[in-house]
């Protein structure tokens, strides 16, 4: 009997859909799932007709694969990746190749790359992003590891993947993390996508008191701009659609307030926070999620505290505009933020990240996929080392002509008591790194006056400490 191309640990939703991705694409494959009862069910369902082989046991699903064998695992991150792989070891012969296609944490990838490859074998920690329908259809794959290794599974990770019209949505990312890095940074820029446009609903349905339908059209036209044509938008207008089938309501409006989080998004702001790099729009995201799951409280907090009872009287037709003017400002500042978290954990890691492709296989399959990643790859391309995206030509002027509206429409908000930390967060990383000279050098003296932590001086080199309680006397006069 043929001995099967690839193998797929996990038959959960993801697992299940790239599995008939990958045999769609030309390379039977063999499954194994922890309960056999699950492999049986996609065997006698999904499976049905196609070139699967269903594995009782670990060892059948081994000895099932053709050398050197290319094994998928698509369970839980964390210590479920760790027992996978330690039932696999001792079954394997050196050169196979272990994938980790789930969200796990970098570090935990570079740890299994060093243990795995000093056992003779490979390992690639592989971002997946697009969902159950990116899976079965075509998602955006991050691959980190050996670049040997990626090549040998390049023929069918370039089948599988979206297509777009400049190639596939894979790239080698990068040795050790790289990829799961990279994954978790694009989790941690739509953590901002989408708090922003969740605060473009609450302005629209709060100041101007647009319904369920009124909002399906104002997303429906936006998603047909150059600039905020993305999926994220897409589904957003598709939502406010949606009518409840037992209430006649929008089932939006039905939904609890409170959202949910699996980790990526705070990871990225705390590996932002080891590497110097401030995300603020990302960090308000993962914040306005833990203030959401404050349900109760926040119901109790809105008997007792008031806000303003300001009214809207000015155009609402302008200001729809203006508050799609100021979501592509903020959105820009967002993906600025994670592009710099990249620039700067390239360098430190050796990852030699390439931020124009990395865009480039963004631009399908994943959650993130948008039309401006479209210039967000050309401005990358022009200049690889480019310090900030607020910098490159078209972002900069962008912001320079819509900044008036991005500042009114924060005004309004904050006049009508409407809480917009990613908006607000995103303007201030604009202002804040546009300006020459900050407010910090107070800090430094503070430091300095309370832990003698010393400080530079901008008229002359080296560190300085001040005894601040002793006045000199031509000060004093």
Same mark, same amino acid.
């Given at each position: 009997?043929?001995?099967? #191309?690839?193998?797929?640990?996990?038959?959960?939703?993801?697992?299940?859909?790239?599995?008939?991705?990958?045999?769609?694409?030309?390379?039977?494959?063999?499954?194994?799932?922890?309960?056999?009862?699950?492999?049986?069910?996609?065997?006698?369902?999904?499976?049905?007709? &196609?070139?699967?082989?269903?594995?009782?046991?670990?060892?059948?699903? !081994?000895?099932?694969?053709?050398?050197?064998?290319?094994?998928?695992?698509?369970?839980?991150?964390?210590?479920? !990746?760790?027992?996978?792989?330690?039932?696999?070891?001792?079954?394997? =012969?050196?050169? $196979?190749? %272990?994938?980790?296609?789930?969200?796990?944490?970098?570090?935990?990838?570079?740890? &299994? @790359?060093?243990?795995?490859?000093?056992?003779?074998?490979?390992?690639?920690?592989?971002?997946?992003?697009?969902?159950?329908?990116?899976?079965?259809?075509?998602?955006?794959?991050?691959?980190?590891?050996?670049?040997?290794?990626?090549?040998?599974?390049?023929? %069918?990770?370039? +089948?599988?993947?979206?297509?777009? $019209?400049?190639?596939? *949505?894979?790239?080698?990312?990068?040795?050790?993390?790289?990829?799961?890095?990279?994954?978790? @940074?694009?989790?941690?820029?739509?953590?901002?996508?989408?708090?922003?446009?969740?605060?473009?609903?609450?302005?629209?349905?709060?100041?101007?008191?647009?319904?369920?339908?009124?909002?399906?059209?104002?997303?429906?036209?936006?998603?047909?701009?150059?600039?905020l044509n993305s999926f994220l938008?897409?589904?957003?207008?598709?939502?406010? &659609?949606?009518?409840?089938?037992?209430?006649?309501?929008?089932? @939006?409006?039905?939904?609890?307030?409170?959202?949910?989080?699996?980790?990526?998004?705070?990871?990225?702001?705390?590996?932002?926070?080891?590497?110097?790099?401030?995300?603020?729009?990302?960090?308000?995201?993962?914040?306005?999620? %833990?203030?959401?799951?404050? +349900?109760?409280?926040?119901?109790?907090?809105?008997?007792?505290?008031?806000?303003?009872?300001?009214?809207? $009287?000015? =155009?609402?037709?302008?200001?729809?505009?203006?508050?799609?003017?100021?979501?592509? *400002?903020?959105?820009? *500042?967002?993906?600025?933020?994670?592009?710099?978290?990249?620039?700067?954990?390239?360098?430190?890691?050796?990852?030699?990240?390439?931020?124009?492709?990395?865009? &480039?296989?963004?631009?399908?399959g994943c959650i993130i996929r948008?039309?401006?990643?479209?210039?967000?790859?050309?401005?990358?391309?022009?200049?690889?080392?480019?310090?900030?995206?607020?910098?490159?030509?078209?972002?900069?002027?962008?912001?320079?002509?819509?900044?008036?509206?991005?500042?009114?429409?924060?005004?309004?908000?904050?006049?009508?008591?409407?809480?917009?930390?990613?908006?607000?967060?995103?303007?201030?990383?604009?202002? #804040?790194?546009?300006?020459?000279?900050?407010?910090?050098?107070?800090?430094?003296?503070?430091?300095?006056?309370?832990?003698?932590?010393?400080?530079?001086?901008?008229?002359?080199?080296?560190?300085?400490?001040?005894?601040?309680?002793?006045?000199?006397?031509?000060?004093?006069?």
């Amino acid at each position: 009997m043929a001995q099967q #191309s690839f193998g797929l640990i996990g038959l959960a939703v993801m697992g299940e859909n790239l599995a008939l991705n990958v045999e769609r694409n030309g390379f039977p494959t063999t499954v194994y799932n922890r309960s056999y009862e699950k492999t049986e069910q996609f065997m006698a369902t999904r499976a049905q007709g &196609r070139n699967f082989v269903g594995a009782k046991t670990i060892e059948e699903f !081994v000895a099932s694969l053709e050398r050197p064998r290319r094994i998928l695992i698509m369970v839980k991150a964390g210590k479920p !990746v760790d027992a996978v792989i330690d039932q696999l070891k001792p079954l394997l =012969d050196p050169g $196979d190749i %272990i994938i980790d296609g789930g969200n796990s944490l970098y570090e935990d990838t570079e740890r &299994r @790359v060093q243990a795995l490859e000093a056992a003779g074998f490979r390992f690639i920690g592989m971002g997946v992003s697009g969902g159950e329908e990116g899976a079965l259809n075509g998602p955006s794959l991050m691959p980190g590891g050996t670049e040997a290794s990626y090549e040998y599974l390049a023929p %069918i990770l370039t +089948k599988i993947a979206a297509q777009v $019209d400049d190639g596939p *949505c894979v790239t080698y990312i990068g040795p050790g993390g790289a990829g799961h890095y990279v994954k978790m @940074v694009h989790n941690g820029i739509e953590y901002g996508d989408m708090q922003l446009i969740a605060e473009a609903y609450d302005l629209l349905r709060s100041i101007l008191g647009l319904n369920a339908q009124q909002l399906h059209e104002v997303f429906s036209e936006w998603n047909t701009t150059d600039e905020l044509n993305s999926f994220l938008i897409e589904i957003t207008a598709d939502i406010f &659609r949606y009518i409840d089938p037992d209430t006649q309501k929008p089932l @939006v409006d039905l939904i609890l307030d409170s959202a949910g989080q699996k980790g990526t998004g705070r990871w990225t702001v705390v590996s932002a926070l080891e590497q110097g790099v401030p995300v603020p729009t990302i960090t308000a995201a993962v914040n306005a999620r %833990i203030m959401s799951a404050y +349900k109760a409280e926040r119901v109790a907090a809105s008997q007792q505290l008031t806000g303003p009872t300001a009214r809207f $009287d000015g =155009d609402a037709k302008a200001f729809v505009n203006k508050v799609r003017d100021a979501l592509y *400002c903020s959105k820009i *500042c967002s993906y600025a933020q994670g592009m710099a978290l990249l620039s700067k954990a390239s360098q430190d890691f050796n990852y030699n990240l390439n931020l124009s492709e990395i865009s &480039r296989i963004w631009k399908g399959g994943c959650i993130i996929r948008a039309g401006f990643l479209n210039k967000i790859k050309s401005a990358f391309r022009e200049q690889p080392q480019l310090p900030n995206l607020l910098l490159a030509p078209e972002f900069k002027q962008t912001i320079l002509d819509r900044q008036q509206a991005w500042r009114e429409v924060l005004v309004t908000a904050n006049t009508m008591g409407i809480a917009v930390p990613a908006f607000s967060a995103s303007l201030d990383y604009f202002d #804040s790194y546009r300006t020459a000279n900050l407010p910090q050098n107070l800090t430094q003296a503070q430091r300095d006056y309370f832990g003698a932590h010393t400080y530079e001086r901008i008229d002359k080199p080296g560190s300085f400490h001040t005894e601040w309680t002793e006045i000199p006397e031509v000060a004093a006069r």
